[in-house]
Every structure is written in C-alpha cells, then in structure tokens.
C-alpha cells in the first residue's frame, strides 16, 4: 500500500512528476459538452500550470466554464499499472488578463522563444483547486492522495468496506 503523505511530501511528489514531463490532456466544457485537447505546459508558482497554444475552442469553451482538468501520466500500461495526476481548477487567459502573459515569461523554460512568438501566441494559467495523485507504477496500489489546499484525503478503489472509506488528513506542525 502507498505510504499516507503530509501535504508538503505530496505536493513534493506532484511537483516532481510535474517537471519531469511537458505533455498533457487539457479538458475543457461548455454546454454540457466535454472537450480535451492535447497540451504541452509549464510549472508555475505554487503548482500554478501555464500552457501556451495558438487558441481554438478550448479559448470559446474557457469563455463561458473556466473549470477545467488537466490529465499527466505515464504511459498507460493497464488500469493497475499508472502513474499520474488530475488537476482540477480554474482557468484564466490572456484574453482575459494581460498580465497572464507576463507572468507565463518568467516561468517559460524556453523564454527565448517565447519573446519571438508574443504577437501570435495564447496562453492558459490553471489555478489548481484539487489535484489527484496516483502511482500505482509498482505494486498495482490504486491509492489516491488528493490534495485540497493543506487538506489530503486518501481514497482507494479497493472493494467498499467501513475500513476502507476516506481518510481525510490535516498537517500537524
């Protein structure tokens, strides 16, 4: 069974696999319509994600539902065996903040070409309000942390018993 985390270990954890990856599944929704769009994206400032992109109908969809989630995993070798995190949040543009942009430079790792393509290029900032972590890559344990601020509760997807239900767990100092 995965180790139960304190929320700087797992926001260590997300951070990390954050990093160590660029590509991602962008989901979007507008009238009851899902949407998801392959994305390449950046770390922000406290898990904040940063995704450039030319528009299109993720930008309309944003318009009317800023949620939004953001899928990165490992290859998807079966159910039991994957590593990744959903970041569920809220979405702001350029097209709605200026500044957006601005802020996507000083966390660009290729800033550099970010100042060649500022007259053609959108940006997304999520604003994580829950993230879903799982690493089920070694033992087949589907575990979930599930970080909500300073909150982490910890779900399996064993078969339903009294001993398996959430355990919320908040940080001790």
Not at 56 to 76: H, P
Not at 132 to 147: A, F, M, P, Q, W
């Amino acid at each position: 069974m995965n180790k139960i985390m304190l929320p700087g270990e797992l926001r260590d954890h997300i951070r990390s696999f954050l990093k160590d990856r660029k590509d991602g599944s962008l989901a979007t929704c507008n009238e009851g319509i899902a949407r998801t769009s392959p994305v390449q994206y950046f770390l922000g400032q406290d898990l904040d994600i940063y995704i450039l992109s030319a528009g299109g109908e993720k930008f309309r969809n944003l318009k009317k539902n800023s949620g939004v989630c953001l899928l990165v995993c490992t290859d998807y070798l079966n159910y039991t065996r994957v590593k990744g995190v959903q970041i569920f949040g809220e979405a702001k543009t350029d097209e709605d903040d200026k500044d957006i942009l601005k802020e996507a430079g000083q966390f660009c790792p290729d800033c550099h070409t970010l100042q060649y393509i500022l007259d053609s290029v959108k940006v997304i900032k999520i604003i994580p309000k829950e993230i879903v972590y799982l690493n089920s890559l070694d033992e087949g344990d589907r575990t979930k942390h599930i970080l909500k601020g300073d909150h982490i509760t910890v779900r399996t997807d064993k078969t339903p018993s009294p001993m398996n239900k959430d355990k919320i767990l908040t940080p001790t100092l």
